[in-house]
């Protein structure tokens, strides 16, 4: 009987038929080094069949799920776990669109929401080489970010660069604070663009993403480096207070004030 009701399923799976049309991979870089990925994937369903079983995935939570559901691969993170942490995947299917000019044709719409992170060692460090982008705080209030292009898990040439193909869009939208000190490549709609120059959305299709690299800083002004710098030892006040050398130390005081007014009075 189980084996029946598997291969009933398999065979309903097989009648459907949805095609993947497009899909953007949105990206926004945060100053802790730690990134926001929206993944908007287009499809299309057709027949009412398909349409019925889209509706049926409406709970599914699982990129596998859907990857069967539909039998399209690119359902998928396009996130390298092992370059980076992607944490909270949420799975958003949209509610179908019915097409005006077709008969039983719909559009979909999957939205994959997460985060990235670095792997972090023992001590609480960024591990070099992972999550999206690396830190260097290579002078007093400035922080240079650097894009690791290996912790995406797109298409690659031989040679190991990126390859957008017309259906896949990669958009990358660093800090609003921060100044972009190179880019390569240079995406077709900002023509002319120069650095360094102020944050923008970037964005790639239809290109070989050869020698992909992206930087930029973060300039943290003074009154802010000020501020860090008295609740940094405002915190290191209170941590060695509340530590047994810090009891000692207060007790000792409390015994010298005392014993000052004590032999001040007893003069008298």
Known sequence: MKRLLALLILASV???????????????LNEDGS?????????????QYSMQLYETGYNKNTLSGWQELTNITEIKVHTSAKDADVRGLIIRPQPLEKSLSAGDVWYAQIILDYSVYPY???????????????ID????????????????????????DIRLDTDTTLSITPPANSLITYLNPIPRALGSFKPPARSR??????????????EYEIEESLDKEVLQFFSGLQDSIRTSLLSTEGFAAVAIA?????SYFYLKFSRR
Not at 14 to 28: D, L, M
């Open 14 to 28: 097989a009648f459907a038929n949805f095609q993947f049309q497009n899909q953007e991979i949105s990206v926004k």
């Open 120 to 134: 972090y060692d023992k001590s609480g460090q960024p591990i070099n080489g992972t999550g999206l982008v690396e």
């Open 35 to 47: 990134a926001t990925v929206e993944e908007s994937l287009n499809l299309v369903v057709f027949s």
């Open 201 to 214: 959305t970037l964005s790639w299709n239809d290109l070989t993403l050869v020698q992909f690299s992206l």
């Open 137 to 160: 705080n290579y002078k007093p209030r400035t922080t240079r970010y650097s894009l690791n292009e290996a912790a995406f898990n797109l298409p690659r040439t031989e040679r190991g």
């Open 254 to 258: 409390i015994i010298l004030i005392f």
